[in-house]
């Protein structure tokens, strides 16, 4: 599975353990985060939670944290700073 | 003696006060409001009042044309369980329920049996009475004067006017009452948001009405940054408080807003404001701790706590609890360390977890875990998140073997989520084979 395949899976895992739904018709790049039934508890969760999984998380190694508006941004920091790459 | 009015006596009329999605009140009104409703506040005199969970504008309202006039107000936020309420009214003493029906002021009888009540005295210097955000307990009342509240708050008519603050925080709480004084003792304009929308929403309201000014949680900032109509937003002035404010969140607010004054302000309901930082950085100063701040003393006690002495001492809790210690000093209950000459918060000493500025205390998540037949031990604790600041985790021991544990996790979720709010269900879960313990057979809590 590659890192855009793992996120959408626990996003949805994540919206299922906060008791949300997802808002939207389908994940897309341009989806705004924060108007796709995760709210912003939900969404820390998820950062969370990817760091269980992929072992790394982005936004505590950026130099200055970038904040994502849309899931597209959210998954393009991700495989920036994947550090497998 | 202060009081409110006699700040908004000052103020050009025709500058606007409040806004909200309803409804503009200029100071002109605000005036009025106290003439139009005369005979009511005189029957209050000197009585202490409570205001109970009317919304925020009302609140807004109903303080700015009571202070001076009643003897104590009692805000209870919306949040407080009911069945505190009675305890609370008798604490405080209180006689009526204020409230607002089309500007009028009503209310109703609490308690016809009390007639403790200063006639005598037309300008009183009101007490106002706040509950904490308890975390260990249930929140304890402080009461404040106008002075220990406005102790360091910068006031200036003529620069007032150039400053519209946003009301995020809860008004009937020390951080949002904060945010209401800095604007209306300067003449500014208060934006206030209404809670119930989503941030997107609320972000537009303060875009729309061109706040320029905002204090709110680092939290609360990073969902801010999230929203596309962020990039509308232009501060003069940006206060971070309510949490720890970490060096990542200052500097990104310093680039995205790099015409805005940033500084963090460390306060609470018994301390009051205790002293803002400027530049920039993480923690503050360690020459803050050689009395260097004119308003307070501070000192670090052997156990790494942090100790504030304020000159005025103007707050006490209402019941009969010690809140300084025998130098006047109120323990802040925030563990410190000191690096480099700069002094760094590392949490509370409680153990409490704060989830984006709401306070959980681990114990109260371990008592739910543990009523679950399917856990026998269970130990909570926070972990570092670069969004909401700390989130719950919990290391759980199963009575017996599953195979499917992510079904057994979603069990557990839902069992928390019908007892507990949002912020308090345990983020991320993890199986563990036993818990460590000390000798005495304790939980072993590491602190950070």
């Known amino acids: 599975m590659n890192i855009k395949q793992i996120i959408k899976e626990k996003y949805l895992e994540v919206l299922e353990q906060t008791g949300n739904e997802l808002l939207v018709a389908e994940l897309r790049d341009d989806t705004v985060l924060l108007e796709s039934g995760l709210d912003s508890l939900g969404f820390a969760i998820l950062v969370a939670t990817l760091d269980e999984v992929l072992e790394f998380d982005p936004f505590t190694m950026m130099e200055e944290p970038i904040y994502p508006s849309t899931f597209g941004e959210f998954i393009d920091i991700y495989e920036k700073m994947n550090p497998g790459n | ?448």
């Not at chain 2, 309202?61 to 305890?87: A, N, R, T, Y």
Request: include cysteine.
């Open chain 2, 1 to 448: 003696m202060s009081y409110i009015q006699k700040y908004i006596e000052e103020i050009p009329e025709s500058r606007i006060a409040f806004i909200d999605k309803r409804s503009i009140y200029s100071y002109a009104k605000l005036k009025n409001l106290k003439l139009q409703n005369k005979q009511i506040l005189e029957i209050l005199v000197g009585s202490s009042v409570v205001i109970n969970g009317r919304d925020r504008l009302e609140f807004a309202i109903l303080l700015s044309i009571m202070d001076g006039i009643v003897g104590k107000i009692l805000f209870l936020p919306q949040d407080i369980e009911k069945s505190l309420h009675q305890k609370y009214y008798t604490e405080a003493h209180i006689q009526y329920e204020v409230f607002l029906e089309n500007d009028m002021l009503k209310y109703v009888v609490v308690d016809k049996d009390l007639s403790i009540k200063n006639k005598e005295q037309m300008m009183v210097s009101t007490e106002w009475i706040i509950p904490t955000s308890g975390t260990t307990n249930n929140p304890k009342l402080v009461s404040h004067t106008f002075e220990s509240l406005t102790k360091t708050t910068k006031l200036n008519i003529a620069i007032g006017e150039l400053y519209r603050w946003g009301l995020v925080f809860d008004i009937y709480r020390f951080s949002g009452i904060q945010v209401l004084l800095q604007s209306i003792l300067s003449g500014s304009t208060l934006i206030i948001t209404d809670s119930s929308q989503n941030i997107s929403q609320i972000v537009s309201f303060l875009v729309e009405n061109r706040c320029n000014a905002l204090s709110a949680t680092p939290s609360f900032w990073r969902k801010v940054l999230m929203t596309k109509e962020a990039n509308d937003l232009e501060f003069k002035r940006i206060t971070l408080g309510g949490e720890i404010s970490d060096e990542n969140i200052l500097k990104v607010l310093k680039r995205k807003y790099s015409e805005s004054k940033i500084s963090h302000i460390y306060a609470s309901t018994e301390v009051g404001v205790g002293f803002s930082v400027t530049d920039c950085m993480a923690g503050f100063p360690t020459s803050y701790l050689d009395g260097k701040l004119k308003d307070i003393k501070m000192k670090i006690s052997s156990d790494g706590t942090l100790w504030i002495a304020p000159n005025n001492k103007g707050q006490k809790y209402l019941s009969d609890d010690k809140i300084y210690d025998n130098e006047g000093y109120i323990n802040t209950g925030d563990l410190v360390e000191i690096k480099n000459n700069r002094v760094y918060f590392l949490g509370r000493d409680s153990g409490a977890i704060n989830v984006g500025g709401n306070k959980v205390q681990p114990e109260e998540i371990e008592q739910v875990l543990l009523s679950m037949d399917l856990i026998s031990a269970a130990y909570v604790y926070a972990i570092n998140n670069p969004m909401m600041g700390s989130l719950v985790c919990a290391d759980i021991v199963l009575t017996k073997k599953i195979h499917d544990k992510k079904d057994v996790k979603m069990n557990i979720i839902r069992y928390c989520r019908d007892s507990l709010e949002n912020f308090k269900v345990p983020a991320i879960i993890k199986f563990v084979n036993e818990l460590q313990t000390t000798q005495s057979g304790k939980l072993k809590r590491n602190k950070k």
